[in-house]
């Protein structure tokens, strides 16, 4: 017996006989019946009044019907209105241009990841740079940063490199905390080609969306460049890390596309908020004196 057919979901599709036979019964559409198919709309607006640009399409209203498709001997004119469909039974035929566009990039997103985790295994085609892409990892992890941060605050002896290494462990921790808020809030899986070894990960981790190596990234390059007198050739090369080390998240197989790009967004904005709520001697007395 075949499969039922199955909507965008995977929700088999019904369409209802008016009539109360059952659909396989003689007479019913299975059989080549009579009866008057029905999709129903989810709005029903034409029946409630509503904006008939909104409707979704009754095949009996359809033109394909309108021309007699299904202009079978024995035809019974309906009498009462069918009953309605249980809610995952009905068919969406006018989903939104934004759903639309949204399930596009989506589908874009998920084959350039794809097609670009070509260091998702050892025997990926790029399989030979994967250690090299792991180095990198490290490179933007959350332990190092943390550990580096606090070790250079207890070895400085200058009250402003305090305030600026201070402002450094504030935006390494907050990106922690707002990382893992929204690891847990959107819940987006990691892709399928990703091999789950990574160096310490916290239990949000088997999360993608966004990648925290791409928030650290951001947050991190905009700080440096902001608050280090840098020369232009290191300037460039905090840069090249960070986008590197985003596309490296990638090629790894870790992440989508858009969790990478958002990252970076996240991140940049990230730096903004801990510009704004700057610490310093003077708004947080007691945070310096206590270091001390
Ligand atoms: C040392 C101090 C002051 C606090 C420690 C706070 C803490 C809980 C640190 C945990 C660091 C950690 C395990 C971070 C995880 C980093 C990670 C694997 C992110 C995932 O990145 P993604 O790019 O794959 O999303």
């Known amino acids: 017996m075949p499969s039922p057919r199955r909507n965008i979901e995977g929700r088999p599709l019904v369409a209802s006989a008016s ?7 003689p007479g019913s559409p299975a059989h080549g019946g009579s009866s008057r198919f029905e999709f129903q709309s989810l709005l ?5 009044g509503g904006d008939p640009t909104c409707a979704r ?13 299904f ?24 989903p939104s241009f934004l759903g639309i566009a949204l399930r596009s990039l989506l589908a874009i997103d998920l ?14 085609s790029w399989g030979s740079v994967r250690p090299l892409m792991k180095l990198l990892e490290i490179s933007g992890h959350g332990i190092p940063w943390l550990l580096g941060t606090l070790y250079c605050l207890s070895r400085s002896d200058s009250w402003a490199g305090r305030e600026v290494l201070m402002n450094l462990l504030f935006a390494l921790l907050l990106d922690l905390l707002l990382v893992a808020l929204l690891k847990g809030l959107v819940r987006r899986r990691r892709p399928a080609h990703n091999q789950m070894d990574m160096f310490v990960t916290l239990s949000v981790d088997k ?44 090629m790894l197989g870790r ?16 730096y903004s908020i801990v510009d704004y709520c700057w610490l310093s001697p003077h708004n947080a007395p007691l945070l310096f004196v206590l270091w001390n």
């Not at 992440?255 to 990230?270: E, P, R, S």
């Open 255 to 270: 992440h989508n596309v858009t969790d990478v790009a958002f990252g970076f967004f996240w991140g940049y904005m990230q």
């Open 19 to 25: 009539s109360s036979s059952s659909s396989s019964s």
């Open 111 to 124: 084959w350039l990841s794809k097609k670009l985790g070509v260091c998702a295994g050892e025997s990926s």
């Open 71 to 94: 202009p079978l001997a024995g035809a019974v004119p309906s009498q009462a209105p069918p009953p309605p469909l249980p809610e995952e039974d009905r068919m969406d035929l006018n």
């Open 207 to 250: 999360y993608s969306f966004p990648s925290g190596h791409a928030t650290r990234a951001a947050l991190v390059s905009r700080f440096i460049l902001n608050h280090l007198v840098l020369a232009i050739p290191l300037r460039v090369l905090v840069v090249l890390w960070a986008f590197i080390l985003g596309l490296s998240r990638v």
């Open 57 to 69: 399409l009754r095949v009996s209203d359809s033109p394909v019907h309108r021309r007699g498709s």
């Open 44 to 48: 029903s607006s034409r029946a409630s």
